[in-house]
């Protein structure tokens, strides 16, 4: 597999300090570099957003952080700090790829499985056939729901998402990608202008069900960040200082 490492990932500094008001811990995403930069992890009721440009690895990346989360432990297999070292329910909204496909990207991101290279016979077989193993039992642990649904309209996102966290206790929203939401009540106004009440609907979200939201989004040639949104600015983005490069797969978004 290529690797890519995404200039850009950028952060609106937050003005709380390691713990929350509520005493509760940020909750990690289990990729060392990028919870350095934001002090530790993705805070409750906040919502996230993942940009880059096309196939430069923006799924892929959203993954990881899915499956870190859920299994409660980082890409190197250690666990989560600030006392999450414990599986977290995620619900990952898919409204690009099918289940099927998501399930083999998660297969073949896996620590033990990518460096084994492409499968080219018999010989190639049994040597993947182990780490395959291994991760599928480890995966089967981790507490991932995924909506294949699309197109999705945010009022349908908000109302599952709701329903997940109370019957499974969903500790994160994923939604894989902006440009495939709708937001029925702000159609007509325009795609720019839908976008932006898409962005504030998911906000609103994250702080009802008090839990973070990652929103993975296409961007510009010159864009490619993970920034907390600005619940009165949706359009604000972090400025350059504060960025974070983080890597990630070519192809795979």
């Known amino acids: 597999m290529d690797y890519q490492t995404l200039d850009c990932f950028r952060w609106e500094a937050p003005t709380v300090g390691p713990l929350e008001d509520n005493g509760l811990p940020p909750l990690p995403t289990g990729m060392k570099e990028l919870d350095a930069r934001i002090n530790g ?6 919502m996230y957003r993942l940009s880059g440009r096309p196939a430069a690895g923006k799924t892929s990346c959203a993954l990881n952080i899915a499956r870190c ?13 600030n006392g ?16 099927k496909h998501l399930v ?20 190639d077989f049994r040597v ?8 599928v039992a480890r995966l089967s642990r ?15 996102i908000r109302s599952r998402s709701s329903s997940m966290k109370e019957r499974h206790g969903i ?6 990608y902006l440009q495939l939401c709708n937001c029925k009540e702000s159609a007509s106004l325009g795609r720019h202008a839908e976008e932006s009440a898409l962005l504030l609907q998911l906000a609103q979200m994250a702080r009802e069900l ?44």
């Open 41 to 46: 992890g993705m805070r409750l009721g906040d």
């Open 69 to 81: 989360v859920a299994l409660g432990e980082d890409l190197d297999g250690h666990p989560l700090t």
């Open 84 to 99: 999450h070292n414990r599986p977290h329910p995620v619900l990952f909204f898919s409204l690009e790829l099918s289940k």
């Open 104 to 123: 083999q990207q998660l297969f073949y991101s896996s620590g033990d499985v990518k460096g084994c290279g492409g499968v080219q016979g018999e010989a």
């Open 128 to 135: 993947l056939a182990e780490p395959i193993a291994r991760d």
């Open 142 to 156: 981790a507490p991932i729901f995924v909506d294949e649904t699309a197109p999705l309209d945010v009022c349908d």
């Open 171 to 176: 500790e994160l929203v994923i939604v894989d």
């Open 210 to 253: 008090h839990l973070p939201v990652i929103v993975v989004e296409q961007a510009g040639r010159n864009c490619g960040r993970l920034a907390k949104h600005d619940h009165l600015s949706p359009s604000k983005v972090a400025d350059n200082q504060n960025s974070a490069s983080l890597a990630s797969h070519r192809g795979c978004s």
